[in-house]
């Protein structure tokens, strides 16, 4: 995975469990979503037994295939090997990211969440392919994600390490544009695309609100 | 792994987390109950961060090896796979056994819970090395454990498929006699270890208690 790839692939950046949404399946729901545009897709599910994760898994890895647009799972890294996934995203109770490339073998993706500074630094040691990080805004979608940060991190991760990075909490085509001016090379949303009536349209407005930023 | 080898080695099957338990670390904890004759140790772990469960995991790891006994992981098998454990045990929402099994690799011993005569035929079908098998009797170490079923799935068990099976739930040396004329190899304990005030007295009490059922 090359630097340059991955910052486009971070442009618009869908994290999604697989309990329905408003009605709509999850493979409904992604389908949509990389119709829209979506450039990354993030399976996060906490819930839900395994073999069912295992099997809807499979079939968003299709989707993503399909598409052309990297699949991740969230956390572990067992699911993730088991569903042939481009990679694993990490937060700071995980399996650290040293491990996590171990695990996958260096071909994949490995993107760890950093809140700090001192976590950006150590992510980047680790080798890690890209950060996530936040929650730049408030965000009602994670119940861990801890307090806004703004985006003063993302300046100071693009002149530190310039590693690539996704910003991430409370983002919508509204709020969008600062984190990319402050430097990150995409956003990543739960329920701006998830919870939207229309979630084609919705990553579709993203993706503009991020291409022009 | 034979059926006889693991039938022994499911006599007194320690199950325990890393939070320190009545002031005593898990290593020391770990080390007495193997001292007094456990046959096998489960790291079972679900809410500090893994980095800590890979640290700790790994000196539980090699007091085992130290001890000939068996050192497997409850639910995920990327720990298991990093820290090079014998195998697996896998609840009903976990990874399914096959594909614990895959990534794992046909050397290693794989678990599995059953509480019903259905979950234990797919258990069997599904390759499984042992059933851990309960909850027997009323337990306060599992929240989510279920019912006190008693024993008559483990006659159940023995008679139709005589898979190797772990009797676990609420189990002390008072109680143990009962699981084991019924046909379980062992008893899987928590608490009648881990709160015990001498851990290898306690051990060696359930171990004397099985062998003489």
Same mark, same amino acid.
């Given at each position: ?35 829209? @545009? ?72 490995? @993107?760890?969440?950093?809140? #700090? ?76 695309? #998830? ?19």
């Amino acid at each position: 995975m090359s630097g340059a790839d991955i910052r486009k692939q971070l442009a618009v950046y869908l994290v999604m469990g697989l309990e329905p949404v408003l009605g709509r399946s999850p493979v409904e729901l992604a389908g949509e979503a990389l119709s829209g @545009g979506v450039t990354m897709l993030q399976l996060r599910e906490k819930n839900l037994p395994l073999s069912e994760v295992l099997e809807t898994g499979r079939e968003l890895r299709e989707l993503c295939r399909k598409h052309e647009v990297p699949f991740l799972v969230n956390d572990r890294v067992d699911v993730a090997l088991l569903l042939d996934a481009d990679g694993v995203h990490v937060g700071q109770e995980d399996i650290p990211a040293v491990y996590a490339r171990k695990l996958m073998g260096p071909g994949k993706i490995i @993107g760890v969440s950093a809140g #700090t500074p001192e976590e950006a630094e150590q992510a980047v040691r680790d080798g890690a392919d890209y950060l996530g990080v936040g929650s730049i805004y408030a965000t009602s979608s994670k119940a861990d994600a801890g307090e806004a940060i703004g985006t003063a991190l993302i300046s100071e991760i693009k002149e530190r390490w310039n590693v690539p990075q996704v910003a991430i909490g409370g983002i919508t085509a509204a709020n969008a544009g600062p984190v990319i001016q402050a430097g990150a090379d995409g956003v990543a949303v739960i329920s701006a695309i #998830t919870r939207s009536t229309d979630p084609r349209e919705a990553a579709a407005i993203l993706k503009k609100s991020v291409m022009s930023a």
